[in-house]
Structure formats: C-alpha cells, structure tokens
C-alpha cells in the first residue's frame, strides 16, 4: 500500500514562506530519489527540485534557484521543500515523486498539496 502524502501547502503572500513535507508509506524510502514537481493552472508539470537517495546530491529548477532547499530525513520517511521568498509565479499545486532503486521499478506520486502566492 504505497503512499506519498504531501504538506505544508497554503496561501502566503509575496516574499513569504512554506515548507513542504512529503511522508512515505509502503516502500523502502531510503532506496529511492525523490522530487518535487509542480503544475500551475493552464500549464505542464515542470521540475522542481531532487535529491539523491543519501541526499548528498540536490538539483534544482533555474526558476527556484537560491530560494527553494530540498532536504529528506531517511529516519522520519520524509523529503521536504522549503520555498522561501515566494513570488505569484510559484503559485502551483506541488508533487513529490519518487524514483525507484532500479530501471525496472515503479515510480510513485503524491497527490499533490495546493500553494498559492498572492497579496
């Protein structure tokens, strides 16, 4: 019974914070890559942000360079988002996403968690 929960979401204003949580259930967390992707209304999913299975290697979007910071905590089965300085163009709904330890495996999403940025 695989899950992935999101968090964390909310309304905050221009130059606000959040920190996203994403809580998994049913696999073997430590194993997997995990990601945030988002989708804004009318638009593709795009990238957000990943982080290596040890979490010693982090990529991000251009677009969230130098405000976002993707963490994960093995222990706790939980990968985080911290957006900081959020602009109207963040708004979005946010995705975690899990990559498998192998070519073979499944991949996993959350349902997502609403953020929305505006005055």
């Known amino acids: 019974q695989v899950q992935l929960v999101e968090s964390g979401g909310g309304l905050v204003q221009p130059g606000g914070s959040l920190r996203l949580s994403c809580a998994a259930f049913g696999f073997t967390f430590s194993t997997y890559g995990m990601s945030w992707y988002r989708q804004a209304p009318g638009r593709e999913r795009e990238f957000v942000a990943t982080?290596?299975?040890?979490?010693?290697?982090?990529t991000y979007a251009d677009s969230v360079l130098g405000r976002f910071t993707m963490s994960r905590d093995n222990s706790k089965n939980t990968a985080y988002l911290q957006m900081n300085s959020l602009e109207p163009e963040d708004t979005a709904v946010y995705y975690c996403?899990?990559?498998?330890?192998?070519?073979?495996?499944?991949?996993?999403w959350g349902q997502g968690t609403q953020v929305t940025v505006s005055s």
């Open positions: 996403h899990a990559s498998p330890p192998t070519v073979e495996g499944q991949t996993y």
């Open positions: 982080i290596s299975r040890s979490g010693g290697r982090i």
